[in-house]
């Protein structure tokens, strides 16, 4: 089985700072998918970024891009020029590339704070 | 285009009481995942309905079950309800070109006491 593992519970930056939010992975399949997504006090649970496995590239969207690392099974989401309302639960996610649908693999997430 | 909808947005219940929360998916989408999420153990998935099968389960136990409708619309239930029962229950659904993207709803938070 897939896991997901968030090593940061918490993390804080100053406004206008860049911040990196740490994931790792276990996983034993060659095509996948990985997501960021974000949790603010209103729950609902928003896509930040996602990023397919068989894509070398890095995903950017915006202030938020990701250090992807096949080999390593790491899956860094920076966020550049931080802003109040990035302050949230950030949640890592995996999902396996296989026919039909798959459930999302979840990370324990990481509380951001950002620092006016 | 609107979201995912989930009602009620708040619920109190009892213990030993059943519970039936609802999920109108994004339009056009036919899968719904359903996730409870707790302090404790984090996010777990539930079930997933497609064109009104389930597709696939979690590891929970009988007293939850879920089905769908034709028009895609899910519902959640739980029966015999347990003080752990207390979560946020998330909805998710996906679709179309982008079918591997699920998009949550704001979720129902269920007080058991």
């Known amino acids: 089985a897939q896991t997901v593992t968030q090593s940061q519970p918490e993390m804080s930056v100053q406004e206008a700072e860049t911040v990196t939010l740490s994931c790792t992975y276990d996983t034993s399949e060659s095509d996948y998918y990985l997501f960021w997504y974000k949790q603010p006090p209103s729950r609902q649970m928003i896509l930040v970024i996602r990023?397919?496995?068989?894509?070398?590239q890095n995903a950017t969207e915006n202030r938020f891009s990701v250090n992807f690392q096949k080999a390593a099974k790491s899956f860094s989401l920076k966020i550049s020029d931080s802003q109040l309302g990035d302050a949230a639960m950030y949640f890592c996610a995996y999902r396996s590339h296989n026919s039909g649908n798959t459930p999302l693999v979840f990370g324990k997430g990481t509380r951001l704070s950002v620092i006016a | 285009k609107a979201g995912v909808t989930q009602t009620p947005r708040y619920l109190i219940k009892t213990r030993g009481q059943q519970v039936t929360l609802s999920c109108s998916p994004i339009s056009g989408h036919r899968s719904v995942s359903w996730y409870q999420q707790t302090p404790g153990q984090g996010l777990q998935f539930l079930f997933e309905?497609?064109?009104?099968?389930?597709?696939n389960k979690g590891n929970f136990p009988g007293r939850f079950s879920g089905r769908q409708f034709s028009n895609s619309r899910s519902e959640m239930n739980v029966s015999t309800l347990e003080l752990g029962d207390s979560a946020l229950y998330l909805c998710?659904?996906?679709?179309?070109?982008?079918?591997?993207?699920?998009?949550f709803g704001a979720g129902t938070r269920l007080s058991v006491l």
């Open positions: 998710a659904s996906s679709g179309g070109q982008g079918a591997n993207i699920q998009y």
């Open positions: 990023q397919e496995a068989y894509k070398q």
């Open positions: 309905y497609f064109s009104e099968t389930q597709r």
